[in-house]
């Protein structure tokens, strides 16, 4: 890459909008997200990762697409019961789309489920974790299992008979539930019943006395059980099934008069969403399989059929298990360097200090600690008696965030505080709307994001006064205000406390909490501003140096890529001759590679320890480099629904350690997939000649160097 000269330039002249793509250069967006949740599955099949981190990367599969039905496929499944007669952007009809969403996971799910019982199973015996089926128990242990059922499961069990005066019962999203048959000798009848696996106790239950870790599924202790919940009666024959629904909120927000209330109640109907999916034990024979789609109301095309252990997704349990050696050698961040350089010194000055005497800084997580750079900027601003305001924004954050607590306490300091909590944060609504009302409560100003856009922006700004003077100092970042997800998020921040950068968010704080009609900025691009014509002018910058004669180059790491204009601007450039790397982790519906479209533009993904989650944007400029950072990737939601932040980094010390990241993520040959242009994705491999790299672990060694043996 060619050496930084100058900063940002902003967008001059007229960028024309609303380039338009064929729909046969696009993949479809569902198909691109089966192709990512694909290649977690690889990393759980791959005997290079150690055997209970690919226990995990099972387990994420089966959750990966939990959500992916309740959202994705129940989203589409509305839109067609709704009557809506709409193209995807590769240009399927919905119905098409669900046929072939169907058609790509039937073969992935069959794979999960027959490699997890003839080979992960296996393999986890021959580390001594055995995943028992009853009949494999010794009379000593189904003693002890009965004795667990009497006492621990026979209570909160409720068996529900479905007849006449019995009408079928409501099940609840994602549990797991024992389709059970009984006969009745008095009656010569069959009945039918529905038991529920109780979802709040472990999935595996533990076995005393046995060897190793040794477990039993929980719907196997109580199938074997039965004639306990049933007395009288012969136990026929028993099925576990599984159901998915729609988890999608539906909120009028133009009639909202009030958000928590209206939410509140959403939260409520989505138990009740329709069903979407229906998982049962492929040995369930037709007449119950058949049975079941007609009282859950479903047909054929939701219906999965599962070899082996249904819902994977409680794998997690086993991957915590307290062995060290069949995981990934424990992580540890460390202190920034401008932090640390002070620690060493037992200096006490603060982290405003530092930043006004070493300048802007970037954090790399989860390399550098979270708790000692972002959490100590929130706690210390609200103990520092020359702070007087705060204001940030929170999309996701912990149970317990030390952050809520820090924004309570600065309140209770006397220091004006206001919040933006996103309230429509997608499966986090009820946890946010508690740490608002407990905001609330302790005097912080309080807002619930804005009307028919969220405010997905990691933004936070401090007010402080020093001598005659008020210095904004601020946190840019990638990722979440979230201590827990930052020590698995690979994510970048900025600190610093710059005068434009600092009058922009606050103008954005204002647009946040106020009214306001605000189209440009000074230096920062804001979605749903000037985002998307920002981008597009970034883009076609690279266009014109190409023409005139400059090797041009974009790099764009981000989680997905959607948005059918910039792909249009990104074919535009590869059709100029302007070199495109592109390092997308998710979804991407762009075609790398097609002859005449995007011969110059290469996309690939990095599926690895950490999850990739920073959106970093280099572009060459004549030799006039210019990057940036923030969170918003390049998506339609993001770029046109979201109030979203991309921050420009200025300084050049910074903009080589963004380089450095890029290019150590280039280089990966470990964790990378290339992207085909037929959308499939090959995994790179280090060629006999050359070492093995993987970029997070290049990572972890520069920041501990004793990583670098790994």
């Not at 028993?238 to 209206?262: G, Q």
């Not at 924004?393 to 820090?406: E, M, N």
């Not at 990638?478 to 710059?498: E, H, M, V």
């Not at 691009?525 to 014109?544: G, S, T």
Request: proline share 6%; net charge negative.
């Amino acid at each position: 890459m060619p050496r930084a000269r100058r900063t940002v330039a902003k967008p001059k002249g007229t960028i024309l909008l609303n380039q338009q793509v064929n729909p046969s250069h696009l993949f479809n967006r569902e198909l691109s997200w089966i192709a990512f949740n694909q290649r977690v599955l690889s990393e759980g099949l791959d005997p290079r990762t150690p055997l209970l981190e690919r226990v995990k990367f099972f387990s994420i599969f089966s959750t990966n697409l939990d959500e992916f039905f309740m959202v994705r496929v129940s989203r589409a499944k509305k839109k067609i019961a709704d009557g809506l007669d709409i193209l995807t952007d590769d240009g399927l009809t919905l119905p098409a789309q669900l046929k072939a969403i169907r058609t790509a996971l039937l073969p992935l799910v069959k794979q999960q489920h027959v490699s997890f019982e003839q080979q992960l199973r296996v393999e986890l015996k021959q580390a001594d974790i055995h995943i028992l089926d009853y009949s494999d128990l010794s009379a000593k242990h189904e003693k002890h299992l009965k004795e667990y059922f009497q006492s621990q499961l026979f209570p909160v069990l409720t068996p529900l008979a479905v007849d006449p005066g019995h009408p079928f019962p409501y099940i609840s999203n994602l549990s797991l539930s024992l389709a059970v048959v009984v006969y009745d000798e008095h009656t010569d009848e069959k009945h039918f019943a529905r038991v529920k696996v109780p979802h709040l106790l472990p999935r595996f239950v533990p076995i005393p006395d046995a060897p190793g870790h040794t477990f039993i599924p929980l719907e196997q202790a109580i199938a074997h059980n039965l004639e306990a919940l049933f007395p009288g009666m012969t136990i026929l024959e028993y099925y576990p099934f599984r159901i998915t629904r729609d988890a999608e909120l539906d909120i009028e927000e133009e009639e909202a008069d009030d958000l928590i209330s209206v939410l509140q109640a959403e939260l409520r109907k989505q138990k009740f969403g329709p069903i979407v999916r229906m998982e049962i034990t492929a040995s369930a024979p037709a007449s119950i399989r058949a049975d079941l789609m007609h009282r859950l109301g479903i047909e054929e095309e939701d219906v999965y059929d599962i070899e082996g252990l249904l819902d994977l997704g409680d794998l997690i349990a086993l991957a915590n298990l307290p062995l060290p050696q069949l995981k990934d050698k424990p992580w540890r961040s460390v202190s920034h360097p401008n932090i640390k350089t002070y620690e060493a010194e037992d200096d006490e000055r603060t982290i405003f200090d530092i930043i006004r005497h070493e300048g802007d800084f970037l954090i790399h997580h989860p390399y550098h600690s979270f708790t000692n750079t972002v959490e100590k900027f929130i706690t210390q601003a609200a103990h520092d008696p020359d702070v007087l305001a705060i204001k940030q924004t929170l999309y996701r954050t912990s149970g317990d965030s030390p952050i809520v607590h820090a924004l309570i306490a600065a309140a209770e300091n006397g220091k004006q505080v206001a919040v933006l909590v996103e309230l429509k944060a997608r499966f986090d609504e009820a946890n946010n709307i508690v740490w608002a009302r407990k905001l609330e409560n302790a005097g912080v100003h309080v807002v619930y994001g804005l009307r028919n856009l969220k405010t997905h922006t990691k933004t936070a700004l401090v007010v402080r006064q020093e001598g005659e003077r008020l210095i904004r100092y601020f946190h840019i970042g990638t990722g979440n205000y979230n201590s827990k997800t930052a020590r698995f998020y690979s994510d970048l921040g900025l600190l610093s406390c710059r005068e434009d950068l600092g009058a922009d968010l606050t103008e954005l704080f204002n647009y946040l909490t106020g009214y306001s009609r605000q189209s440009e900025y000074r230096k920062l691009m804001v979605a749903p501003v000037n985002m998307r014509k920002c981008f597009a002018h970034l883009i076609d910058r690279e266009i014109q140096h190409q023409q005139n004669g400059y090797a041009s180059y974009i790099i764009a790491k981000m989680n997905s890529l959607v948005d059918p204009e910039l792909i249009a601007w990104l074919y535009k450039a590869s059709q100029t001759g302007v070199k495109v790397d592109l390092i997308v982790r998710g979804i991407c519906c762009l075609r790398p590679g097609v002859e005449g479209i995007s011969d110059n533009i290469r996309v690939m993904s990095v599926i690895g320890r950490f999850l990739e989650h920073s959106r970093i944007f280099y572009f060459s400029n004549g030799g006039e480099e210019e990057m940036f950072i923030g969170s918003a990737d390049w998506m339609p939601r993001n770029l046109d629904a979201r109030v979203e932040v991309i921050a420009p980094i200025e300084e050049p010390k910074l903009i080589q350690e963004l380089k450095q990241i890029l290019d150590i993520t280039l280089a990966d040959n470990r964790q990378a997939w290339d992207m085909q242009p037929d959308g499939t994705y090959i995994q790179r491999h280090p060629q006999p000649d050359q070492p093995e790299l993987s970029c997070q672990r290049r990572f972890m060694a520069q920041a501990r160097p004793e990583f670098a043996a790994e």
